[in-house]
C-alpha cells in the first residue's frame, strides 16, 4: 500500500526549461514533505521542505507547492540545468509517527542539453 | 569533512555468513537510521535510533540487529545472509527539532549476496 506516489518513473526537459515533479499522497495525517535528490552512486541529499500550514516554499531555483485537498505536491526547478539530472524523491511525515519519513518510488529527471 | 559516512561501500559475501556495516555521523545530530533500497527503488525505513535508544523498528526478520555505541554511530549487523539481503543499505541521521526532520543520507553500502 503505497501511501507517497511519484507516477512518473522518468521526466526529460529541455535545459532553460521549467521541470516539474508531481507527488501525491493517500495519508491525511502527513503533516510535513520533503523532497531529495539523489546521484547515482551517492546517497540522497535533503533539497527542499515544506509544512502542511502552507502552501507554498521557495529556495532559489526550487519551488514547492502543497495543494492538501488535492492530496498533491509538486516540484518545480526553473531553469533547469543539465546538474538537476538526478532521481528526486518525495517523502512525508506522519503526525505522531516517531518523525518516521514515508517515501515515493523517485522520478528520474534529465535534462536535454 | 564527510557528514555522514558507511563503510564498506561494497560488500560481497556468501549466503549463510554474518557481515556488519558501519556508519557514523559527524554533525552532532541526536537520531540515526538504517535504510534499505530494494530492487524497485523504493526506500525503506528499518531501524531508528534517538539518543541511543531504539524509536523505529520495521519489520525485518530478527537476522538484522542495529547497534548503537552512541550517539554518533549506528552498526548493522546483519546473521545467516539471504539471496533476498541483496540491496543498497542507507544510513542517515538528522536532529529531532520543531516537528522537521531533514536527515542527512550516507552514500551507501550495495550488499551482494551470492
Known amino acids: 500500500d503505497q501511501q507517497v506516489k511519484q507516477n512518473s518513473p522518468s521526466l526529460s526537459v529541455q535545459e532553460g526549461r521549467i521541470s516539474i515533479l508531481n507527488c501525491d499522497y493517500t495519508?491525511?495525517?502527513?503533516?510535513?514533505f520533503l523532497w531529495y535528490k539523489k546521484y547515482p552512486a551517492e546517497g540522497p541529499t535533503f533539497l527542499i521542505s515544506i509544512s502542511s500550514i502552507k502552501d507554498k516554499n521557495e529556495d532559489g531555483r526550487f519551488t514547492v507547492f502543497l495543494n492538501k485537498s488535492a492530496k498533491h505536491l509538486s516540484l518545480h526547478i526553473v531553469p533547469s540545468q543539465p546538474g538537476d539530472s538526478a532521481v528526486y524523491f518525495c517523502?512525508?511525515?506522519?503526525?505522531?509517527?516517531?518523525?518516521?519519513?514515508?517515501w515515493g518510488a523517485g522520478t528520474k529527471l534529465i535534462i536535454k542539453p | 569533512d564527510t557528514a555522514v559516512s558507511q563503510t564498506p561501500k561494497y560488500l560481497v559475501t556468501q549466503m549463510g555468513n554474518d557481515k556488519s556495516i558501519k556508519c557514523e555521523q559527524n554533525l552532532g545530530h541526536d537520531t540515526m537510521y538504517w535504510y534499505k533500497q530494494d530492487s524497485k527503488k523504493f526506500l525503506k525505513i528499518m531501524f531508528s535510533?534517538?539518543?541511543?535508544?531504539?524509536?523505529i523498528n520495521e519489520t525485518v526478520p530478527n537476522r538484522f540487529s542495529p547497534k548503537s555505541p552512541d550517539k554518533a554511530h549506528l552498526n548493522l549487523h546483519i546473521n545467516s545472509l539471504e539471496l533476498g539481503d541483496s540491496a543498497v543499505y542507507f544510513c542517515?541521521?538528522?536532529?529531532?527539532?520543531?516537528?522537521?526532520?531533514?536527515?542527512?543520507f550516507g552514500p551507501g553500502t550495495r550488499l551482494t549476496v551470492l
Open positions: 495519508n491525511s495525517m502527513f503533516d510535513y
Open positions: 542517515a541521521s538528522s536532529h529531532l527539532a520543531g516537528g522537521h526532520n531533514e536527515q542527512f
Open positions: 535510533y534517538n539518543n541511543k535508544e531504539l524509536i
Open positions: 517523502a512525508a511525515m506522519p503526525m505522531d509517527s516517531n518523525y518516521q519519513l514515508i
